[in-house]
């Protein structure tokens, strides 16, 4: 009705964000001076495919959205990306509200292994190819840039607690991955 009677509606819930292109220039001026240094900080999680799509990486503060249907291989891109990325050295934060961080770290084992998930689960892995998961079980048991959570349900507000408590351990927080 405000609109109608030529008055501007009443916004009491502002949180005075808007910025002057002067503001954001003063940010901006030697990202666009120097491309190269600019390049540096974008964040490569070693899949090709996606980050091609995605500029030849992430640019730090953004949000990127993996969607397909169901049985597309979601997760598994996921967990290749977040084996991707803490080897690469990038501080990672994982949430994974489809299964536990058991299964997560089975997951990343088994593909380090080059085992095949589905004939894991069923148990149909040859002896030797156990050694080889154990041991890659073994060197993720000591990254510390790697943290998995598995617990569910949580809101938005104890994920953002839990990456600022990581984040502040750790000295930064490149990726959050959620599942």
């Given at each position: 009705?405000a609109a109608?009677?030529?008055?501007?509606?009443?916004?009491?819930?502002?949180?005075?964000?808007?910025?002057?292109?002067?503001?954001?220039?003063?940010?901006?001026w030697d990202?666009?001076?120097?491309?190269?240094?600019?390049?540096?900080t974008?964040?490569?999680t070693?899949?090709?495919?996606?980050?091609?799509?995605?500029?030849?990486?992430?640019?730090?503060?953004?949000?990127?959205?993996?969607?397909?249907?169901?049985?597309?291989?979601?997760?598994?891109?996921?967990?290749?990306?977040?084996?991707?990325?803490?080897?690469?050295?990038?501080?990672?934060?994982?949430?994974?509200?489809?299964?536990?961080?058991?299964?997560?770290?089975?997951?990343?084992?088994?593909?380090?292994?080059?085992?095949?998930?589905?004939?894991?689960?069923?148990?149909?892995?040859?002896?030797?190819?156990?050694?080889?998961?154990?041991d890659?079980?073994?060197?993720?048991?000591?990254?510390?840039?790697?943290?998995?959570?598995?617990?569910?349900?949580?809101?938005?507000?104890?994920?953002?607690?839990?990456?600022?408590?990581?984040?502040?351990?750790?000295?930064?927080?490149?990726?959050?991955?959620?599942?």
């Amino acid at each position: 009705v405000a609109a109608l009677l030529g008055q501007p509606p009443k916004l009491n819930h502002g949180t005075g964000t808007l910025e002057s292109m002067a503001d954001v220039f003063s940010r901006v001026w030697d990202s666009l001076a120097d491309p190269a240094a600019f390049h540096k900080t974008v964040l490569a999680t070693g899949l090709r495919g996606w980050d091609t799509v995605c500029g030849e990486g992430n640019e730090p503060g953004t949000l990127s959205i993996l969607m397909a249907r169901p049985g597309m291989g979601k997760t598994a891109t996921l967990v290749q990306m977040s084996d991707l990325l803490s080897e690469a050295g990038q501080v990672v934060a994982v949430f994974s509200k489809e299964m536990m961080s058991e299964q997560w770290y089975r997951r990343m084992a088994c593909r380090r292994a080059r085992v095949n998930w589905f004939r894991f689960k069923r148990g149909d892995v040859p002896q030797d190819q156990h050694r080889i998961i154990l041991d890659w079980a073994d060197h993720f048991s000591k990254l510390k840039n790697l943290r998995l959570d598995g617990a569910t349900p949580q809101t938005t507000q104890q994920v953002s607690i839990e990456c600022e408590r990581f984040r502040d351990r750790a000295g930064g927080l490149g990726f959050i991955l959620v599942d």
